[in-house]
């Protein structure tokens, strides 16, 4: 489908991709300062330790060793990794820069700081640490026993909730009842760029930190607070990024790199190696829900009850935030009567959980689509017609926040996709009986567009100025994490204002230098931040009209801004160009032609997806290859169509590797990470399915023409339609993600000692 | 040890420690960042470089291995500023993201392509085993190569 | 730590001499895709030795009635070699399935033998190709041993510190035998083996017997090892679907037997049964030209 716009809606290479290509561009670990120290880490070997006395000496002898520090001598205050402003609710301060109680296996016990990165993991090697372990508990249902170990002194539980909307009701003749308990599984980003930070306290007394983050003013807020130092004198300058997913939009390494800084009065470097990245940093949380519904008989949903526990992990985070988004994105996909959630959430002395893309739709997302598989079994109804029964429609209401769910064109994507996919056909062929065996699954998703109705300022400032031949310079705190957001930026700009969008300047955030954006999440980038730089750009678009009107002595009403120039109506080539008016306005009128705004937010309709796979399974090996997948994703209006569908591609990598073989895997000694990679496998490009993108577009919401947020609703049903491929091929009901190898085999074990059991009943 | 070696064309000469590991010369020595470090365990292949014709992944190799031979690094794929048809076709096709991954798995293909100049799109997807992409799923990457091999210049 | 002692044999003479000065803390390095990741854990060694210059060990020749094979010949070279994929295929099956095309291109066979993984895809083709190993020692003499003797533990042989592996060496397939090698990983390729096997069978004149059967087994036990028991369920059977189900079920048996107290045998019992299944498969396919049509990686 062509576009019907200039710029918008076509296909431009990501950011900076000649400068990627050539190797030229400058990511995190690339930065070198002169006079540069190296820091390095000593982690936790315990889950659950009490941290005694720690012998320096050996490793302080090292040549080029310039510091080491613990807890014995480091600030004791705690923090919140997750916090981005001030006064933040669902912020817990439980992290302290280093443990004097290791709470899981990665825990930072002590940094080295050294002229060398080899010197300093000699020292670190030779450091001496006493623990004295304790009892560790591993899972979140272990943690709220009355008699488990305590993460922290205050109890396991984190956080409780309970959502709820509609009245209780008595349930019609013939209703159906449902429940599903679904496990899914801790999670690593796997950015290919391991966690960096550079941080510098210079000798004018200011802290400069060069991460790639997500939110620079978030990061400046929890390391000054932490330092004890004003906000002026801390500048974040976010850095190029080598992807995210969600893993870096919580400050892992800035406030120990900047405690290292300060401390050495040098520029500090932190980067983490795979392992460490794996087992200290964050990962996406472990997480149990049992989905509970009732149904008519025509499978229509009356109520639905969930209840979740999540592993919070030794710290709290971003948890109780997370648990309770998972809990606001179903009533979002389907039209239910009467919804409850009631969650909790424990501490585990496990790796840290954290946001991680789709932040907790994927999750619930899983849950919900296995569940509705099962009420289709159950009912003898294609899982396609039962989604059609129950799928929300543009306009509908959402009865837990009260807002609309905008243009919702989740219908249009399962009915396109699913005649796209063959689904009738393909759902119709049974399996087979060989060893080999085919199906096909679906499932549906949604997420959001924005942060609004979150307790977050739903702003962003920016700044558009013009240069005197035409140029401009966007002035925005930008935090690209791969994914095209300058882009996208610029081809919106380009669009308003006719110019070709190399024409435009883009940078990313620098808290010192450019206005306030609180961050690159929730999905709020192009919906929100794109939704921005449009009424930016028309507010400087009416500048250059009344400035040449000005100029020109005539009426702003009979002119028009087309290809560079304003000119009058429909008369080409007349007027003036914008290098003429950018001169023009500063001699004769003392005009610039600068704009500043600050965009607000003002709804959050849902995204949507639906996903098909056809999957193959070896009943022998238990081998599960991906033939196959189709996404449909209500996109609104794709800004820029290639990246749009290279997101969708990317987080289907992701997708299929959640359901069938990542997971940050915890020993009986609460160990994980181990190993790295080697341990840790994702899709790579011999196994990766070929993949259909639909993209629906269909305006009316208030982003930029049209469009809604595509990277995190991309990755949303994957996992489910997997999952419920598989279950389909196999006639079973497995509930715990990854479906390995091993727990396939365990299934068919168990499906066939049922059948042997049944038959032999008769 | 002193180190005698070729980089990208150039003549290099080298004092090293005898374990130092080829990336860290690449990146710290040489000052070339081009090559990343994505997990030090010959996994991701975020550091492959091309020694002597062949795709290697430069957290595994000493430095000390190079004596004597020829390296090229990203860094190497462009002359005078001017990417290679290779590069050329990354931008075209979206088959660059976040960009992280891409140095090792242009090596990757310009070995491959060096080899086998016309490969089928299963020969690319086996060649490219070794590099992980988290922001691509590859499809874009793949569709690069081929069409690099498609204007039949070698890179 | 005090950085090591380095020294890059051109020449056997020169390995010998080298070998002489190692100490338990020393470390040979071929390849290295298996040495950088165990250095972590092992230390800075006293002396590296890196073997990579030892061009007189990069070879795969016929000689003797043999095929000889170099300690130091990468997986590429081995994958790419059409002797050896026409005369030994299970050593050529298994070289394609080592990691990725990086790590084959460096990546040693003497390096895959001396590491010793228990998941290491070389040596059941090895094992079933009745390998003789060559053994530098210190004195420069050349010792040969079958490689089973050198099979101890997981991650270790029976090598001494100043031992070298240098060359492998074993009698070319003979007519009318065929070869597979086949493995199970989490991923079709750059995955370590959950299970692997490699086998050698001769069909009788007629081609509905089974006259010969021999069969290793990796990733089940510390070490690879050759299983006599389930080539006897072969053996002299005909060639139809009974006699693979029989061969599937004795490999279900062989796990039981060897690895009872394991978490892993539930499914490794079950798993086998494929790994059975492809291993005929593959023999079925195999011709005694083993000729090259199956794809070239690189």
Redesign the interface.
């Known amino acids: 489908m062509a576009t019907p716009f200039k710029y918008v809606g076509r296909s431009y290479p990501a950011p900076d991709a000649a400068s990627k290509v050539s190797g030229t561009l400058v990511y995190g670990t690339d930065l070198r300062l002169p006079g540069m120290l190296y820091a390095q880490l000593v982690l936790s070997p315990h889950a659950h330790a009490k941290v005694g006395s720690i012998d320096k000496k050996a490793a302080l002898a090292v040549p080029g060793v310039v510091g080491i520090y613990s807890h014995h001598n480091a600030p004791s205050t705690a923090y919140c990794r997750y916090r981005i402003m001030p006064g933040q609710a669902g912020c817990i301060d439980d992290e302290t820069l280093f443990a004097s109680t290791a709470r899981f296996f990665g825990d930072r016990i002590a940094a080295v700081v050294a002229s060398s990165l080899e010197a300093a993991r000699e020292a670190a090697r030779l450091i001496e640490v006493n623990y004295t372990e304790l009892a560790p508990v591993l899972s979140a249902e272990a943690a709220l026993e009355p008699t488990a170990a305590r993460v922290h002194p205050g109890g396991n539980l984190v956080h409780e909730f309970e959502y709820a909307a509609g009245e209780p009701a008595e349930l019609p003749a013939g209703a159906v009842r449902t429940s599903t308990t679904v496990h899914t599984q801790m999670l690593h980003h796997a950015a290919i760029e391991p966690h960096t930070c550079l941080a510098n306290f210079d000798s004018a007394h200011k802290l400069t930190i060069w991460s790639p983050c997500q939110s620079v003013y978030g990061a400046r807020i929890v390391v000054a607070d932490l330092l004890g130092l004003p906000y002026n004198r801390v500048r974040v300058i976010k850095v190029p990024m080598g992807g995210s997913f969600g893993g870096k939009q919580e400050f892992i390494l800035e406030p120990v790199t900047a405690f290292l800084a300060l401390q050495t009065g040098r520029p500090v470097s932190l980067t983490l190696d795979r392992e460490e990245c794996i087992r200290s940093t964050m990962v996406r949380p472990e997480q149990c829900s049992v989905v509970r519904s009732a149904v008519r008989a025509d499978g229509e949903l009356i109520e639905l009850d969930i209840e979740t526990l999540l592993a919070a992990g030794a710290y709290a985070g971003s948890s109780p935030d997370y648990a309770e988004a998972m809990a606001q994105k179903l009533t979002r996909l389907y039209r239910v009567g009467r919804y409850r959630h009631r969650g909790r959430v424990a501490y585990t002395n496990a790796p840290v959980a954290g946001g991680m893309r789709g932040w907790g739709a994927p999750d619930i997302a899983t849950c919900m689509e296995v569940h509705m598989d099962q009420i289709a079994r159950q009912l003898g109804l294609d899982p396609l017609d039962l989604r059609l029964r129950n799928l929300v429609h543009p306009g509908d209401i959402d009865p837990l926040t009260r807002r609309s769910v905008g243009e919702a064109r989740v219908r249009q994507c399962l009915e396109r996709g699913a005649e796209a996919f063959g689904w009738r056909e393909r759902a119709a062929m049974p399996p087979g009986l060989g060893r080999i065996r085919k199906a096909v699954g679906l499932a549906s998703g949604a997420h959001k567009n924005g942060m609004l109705s979150n307790d977050f300022p739903e702003i962003s400032t920016m700044t558009l100025k013009m240069n005197e031949d035409g140029s401009l310079d966007l002035n925005a705190s930008i935090h690209e994490v791969g994914a095209g957001s300058l882009v996208m930026l610029k081809t919106i700009i380009a669009e308003e204002l006719d110019v070709a969008p190399e024409m435009i300047s883009a940078r990313e955030a620098d808290s010192e230098t450019s206005p306030y954006d609180f961050g690159c999440f929730g999905s709020r980038m192009t919906y929100v931040c794109g939704a921005g730089a449009l009424a930016l750009s028309q507010m400087l678009r009416g500048r250059l009209i009344e400035a040449a009107a000005e100029l020109l002595e005539i009426s702003p009403e009979a002119l028009e801004a087309v290809n560079g120039r304003v000119q009058r109506v429909e008369a080409a080539g007349t007027g003036l160009s914008y290098p003429e008016i950018v001169q023009g306005a500063r001699m004769r009128h003392a005009r610039d032609l600068i704009v500043t705004h600050t965009y607000q937010g003002t709804s959050n309709p849902g995204s949507y997806c639906v996903q098909f796979a056809e999957v193959e399974v070896d009943v022998l090996t238990g081998l599960v290859r991906v033939n196959e997948m189709l996404t449909a994703v209500d996109i609104g209006r794709a800004i820029n169509k290639a990246m749009v569908e290279g997101q969708c591609h990317g987080a289907i990598q992701a997708g299929i590797g959640s359901a069938l073989l990542e997971e940050v895997a915890l020993d009986a000694d609460g160990r994980a990470g181990t190993g790295g990679f080697k341990n840790y496998h994702l899709v790579n490009a011999a196994d990766m399915p070929p993949v259909t993108v639909l993209l629906v577009e269909h305006e009316g919401d208030d982003g930029p023409y049209g469009a809604k947020s595509v990277g995190e609703i991309a990755t949303v049903p994957t996992a489910g339609a997997i999952v419920n491929a598989v279950n389909r091929v196999l006639g079973t009901a497995i509930t715990t993600l990854p479906l390995t190898p091993e727990r396939i085999v365990a299934a068919l074990g168990e499906a066939a000692a049922t059948r042997g059991r049944d038959a032999s009943c008769c | ?1 002193l180190l005698n070696t070729v980089v990208n064309g150039t003549a290099v000469s080298l004092d090293v ?3 130092a ?1 080829l990336i860290d010369v690449l ?1 710290n020595a040489l ?16 550091c ?1 470089v091309v ?1 002597d014709g ?4 430069a ?4 430095a ?2 190079v ?1 004597g031979k020829s390296v090229l ?3 190497g ?2 002359s005078a500023g001017q ?1 290679n048809a290779l ?1 050329k076709k ?3 096709n ?1 088959a ?8 090792g798995i ?1 090596m ?1 293909a310009t ?2 392509l060096a ?2 100049p016309k490969p ?1 799109q ?21 569709k690069a190569v081929a069409a690099a091999a498609d204007e039949g210049r070698p890179t | 730590m005090n950085e090591p002692e380095f020294i890059a044999p051109r020449n056997l003479a020169n390995l010998a001499a080298a070998l002489r000065c190692a100490t338990p803390d020393s470390r040979l390095v071929a390849g290295g895709t298996d040495l950088m990741l165990r250095l972590l854990a092992l230390g800075r060694p006293d002396l590296l030795i890196d073997l990579s210059g030892l061009r007189e060990l990069s070879f795969i020749r016929q000689e003797g009635g043999l095929i000889r094979i170099g300690a130091l010949t990468t997986f590429a070279e081995l994958q790419r070699d059409v002797m050896l994929a026409a005369h030994a295929g299970v050593l050529s099956r298994a070289a394609a399935h080592v990691g990725s095309v990086q790590i084959r291109n460096i990546a040693t066979l003497g390096g895959n033998v001396a590491n010793a993984s228990p998941c290491a895809d070389s040596i059941p083709a090895l094992l079933v190709l009745d390998a003789e190993v060559g053994v530098l020692n210190r004195a420069g003499n050349v010792e040969r041993r079958p490689l089973r003797d050198l099979l101890a533990e997981a991650g270790k042989t029976t090598l001494g510190p100043d031992e070298a592996i240098v060359d492998f060496s074993f009698v070319p397939l003979a007519e009318g035998q065929r070869s597979a090698f086949v493995k199970i990983g989490v991923r079709s390729s750059v995955a370590v083996a959950k299970l692997s096997a490699a086998m050698i069978v001769k069909l009788d004149a007629a081609r509905r017997s089974i006259a010969e059967a021999k069969i290793a087994f990796g990733s089940i036990a510390p070490a690879a090892f050759v299983d006599e028991g389930v080539a006897a369920v072969l053996r002299d059977q005909p060639v139809n679907h009974d006699t693979v189900e029989a061969f599937a079920t004795a490999c279900s048996n062989m796990v039981s037997r060897s690895i009872p107290e394991r978490s892993s045998l539930p499914y490794k019992w079950h798993a086998v049964r494929g790994l059975a299944h492809d291993l005929w498969s593959a023999i079925q396919g195999a011709h005694h030209e083993e000729c090259g049509n199956e794809h070239r990686d690189q």
Not at chain 2, 54 to 57: E, H, K, M
């Open positions: 040890m420690v005898p374990d590991r990146r000052g070339m960042t081009g090559t990343k470090e994505g997990c030090a365990e010959g996994e991701c292949g975020a492959t020694i062949a795709a290697v992944n957290c595994l190799v000493f000390a291995q004596q690094t990203v860094e794929l462009s990417l590069q990354f931008i075209e979206g660059v993201q976040c960009g992280f991954c891409t140095p242009l990757s070995a491959l080899r086998n089928s299963e020969e690319i997807r086996r060649a490219l085993a070794g590099n992980l992409c988290r922001c691509t799923g590859y499809a874009a990457i793949i």
